[in-house]
């Protein structure tokens, strides 16, 4: 029988003792809220009948990576919307963000929906998130290949693609056949100081040419034809960077030497002063580029967003704005230091759904029309202090 401290009667040398206290280095008990245990889905608890989105998603929260980031994104958005003022009952002005791919993809219906039912106060997008959507009130776009078929193959067809979707050009000549009348009638009322802007005089503004748009399309499949009818504001301030822009520059052709004017300064006056009088302002951010920080700026000047949810699949290491995390506009005094805040990186088509269906749609959980009423007062407010400059 060999002794303890040999095997096959050779001597057992002890490792290191810095190798042990390396290796075996003892963990501190963690503190009460520090964190929670790693769980999944246990789907033998719904054994026998179908799993609910709220489920579902409930059941991701603790699972860790990108599944945590959207269970916190969803207690985000439902802290967003039950908030109320103890004094007025007032809730919380949402603004949404998203790229123009977004209204090209199907989830243009769930900004459709938000829109409809007042579930946000207000939107800011690009030139193609707002054509897009008349665009598909005209004609469809459908769902193709990334890679399929060559550039070069589609173009000859003239089919334009849009990750993997696919859009005819067509489309874009019913969109002007569409437009250009508008645009032409804008322009006479214009001239002649009349029409559908704050007072005789004043020029159009991107919201407001947007308004009239929603107004003229006159189709409940719209995202904007909902936010004309709802006065909820939609904001572009790139909005000669698309078609629209395109149709913009050929009608100062057929107006020379007069041209329609669309005044970008009246528009950040009235965003930064919706958001400077809001009680609290939450911001919900598909995507980045201008988007995301046009609506972060407006915040600024209210020293800060209350809540704010991220979506994108961009990194930080190359300082965009689309990688930034909403910690560096806490630096910049866009979101407050102590405001709930998540970003999810994650494609928004898969992401997004999930989300508002757990909140904006889900039965069980508190009704967010009013905060389309509140950025209404707030609105009204921040028209009052426009006209009177």
């Known amino acids: 029988m060999a002794s303890p401290d040999k095997t096959h009667g050779h001597p057992v040398a002890a490792a290191p ?12 008990a963690l503190p009460e809220g520090f964190a929670e245990k790693v769980a999944g889905i246990d789907f033998d608890r719904h ?8 489920e579902l998603v409930k059941g991701m929260a603790n699972m860790g990576f990108q599944a945590s980031s959207l269970g916190d994104a969803v207690k985000v958005v439902d802290q967003m919307r039950s908030w109320r003022d103890e004094s007025t009952g007032e809730s919380a002005t949402i603004l949404l963000g998203y790229t ?11 900004f459709r929906y938000l829109v409809q039912h007042r579930h946000v106060s207000a939107i800011v997008t690009t030139a193609g998130g707002i054509e897009e959507d008349f665009i598909k009130c005209l004609a469809p776009t459908y769902v193709g290949s990334f890679s399929r078929h060559t550039g070069a193959s589609l173009r000859a067809r003239g089919i334009n693609r849009v990750g ?16 250009v009348p508008i645009l032409d009638r804008m322009f006479e009322e214009q001239q002649s100081g009349m029409g559908e802007r704050s007072e005789p005089g004043s020029l159009w503004t991107p919201s407001r040419l947007i308004r009239r748009l929603g107004k003229e ?8 034809y909902w936010a004309y009818k709802n006065d909820i504001p939609v904001f572009c301030p790139a909005l000669t960077d698309g078609s629209l822009g395109d149709m913009l520059y050929m009608h100062t052709y057929k107006t020379s030497p007069y041209q329609l004017f669309v005044d970008i300064v009246g528009d950040v006056r009235r965003i930064n002063s919706l958001a400077l009088r809001a009680k609290r302002v939450g911001i919900v951010v598909l995507g980045g580029g201008i988007v995301k920080h046009h609506i972060a700026n407006a915040c600024l000047m209210r020293n800060g967003a209350e809540y704010a949810v991220y979506v994108n699949t961009a990194q930080e290491y190359d300082g965009s704005d689309a990688g930034a995390r909403p910690d560096e506009a806490v630096s910049w005094g866009k979101i407050k230091p102590d405001a709930p805040a998540v970003k999810v990186y994650a494609d928004a088509t898969l992401v997004f759904p999930l ?15 009013a905060a389309a009423a509140a950025a209404a007062a707030a609105e ?3 028209m009052v202090d426009v006209h009177d400059a």
Do not use: H, M
Not at 49 to 54: E, L, Y
Not at 217 to 224: K, L
Not at 355 to 369: E, G, K, L, N, Q
């Open 164 to 179: 993997n979707l696919y859009v005819p050009n067509d489309n874009y000549c019913a969109f002007e056949d569409w437009v």
């Open 47 to 54: 054994a026998g009948r179908d799993v609910t989105v709220d």
């Open 17 to 28: 003792s810095q190798v042990a206290d390396a290796v075996l280095k003892p963990s501190e």
């Open 100 to 110: 123009s791919n977004l209204i090209s993809s199907g989830l243009r219906d769930v």
């Open 355 to 369: 989300i508002v269906a757990a909140t904006f749609a889900s039965a069980s959980r508190p009704s967010t029309a």
């Open 380 to 382: 009204a407010e921040a």
């Open 217 to 224: 399309i006159d189709d409940p499949s719209s995202v904007y």
